[in-house]
């Protein structure tokens, strides 16, 4: 069993920045990917980041440049270093797990981009 936990959400400037984090715990291995996705209301959950357990990382056009995943194996935790935030990058964002026989996701955590 995978427990994931999210946190570093909060509101924010436009142009500003938050650094979101996810532990994860319990049979994790840093072979297996992880990712972060975001969900803004009324829409379906997209992609943002995703990052193998080495430097592999991939990235949804609308947050190249100002986004960057990474991985602590270490502490099994994978951040979202999210700068020059906009509005549109609104959303409740969710890491998630990928091991060999399903995806395990975590509760969310809010991202309001205001003024």
């Known amino acids: 069993q995978v427990q994931l936990v999210e946190s570093g959400g909060g509101l924010v400037q436009p142009g500003g920045s938050l650094r979101l984090s996810c532990a994860a715990s319990?049979?994790?291995?840093?072979?297996?990917?992880m990712g972060w996705y975001r969900q803004a209301p009324g829409k379906e959950r997209e992609l943002v980041a995703t990052i193998t357990s080495g430097t592999s990382t991939n990235y949804a056009d609308s947050v190249k440049g100002r986004f960057t995943i990474s991985r602590d194996n270490a502490k099994n935790t994978v951040y979202l270093q999210m700068n020059s935030l906009k509005s549109e990058d609104t959303a409740d964002y969710y890491c998630d797990y990928k091991s060999w026989v399903r995806t395990y996701w975590g509760q969310g955590t809010q991202v309001t981009v205001s003024s």
């Open positions: 319990g049979s994790i291995s840093s072979i297996n990917p």
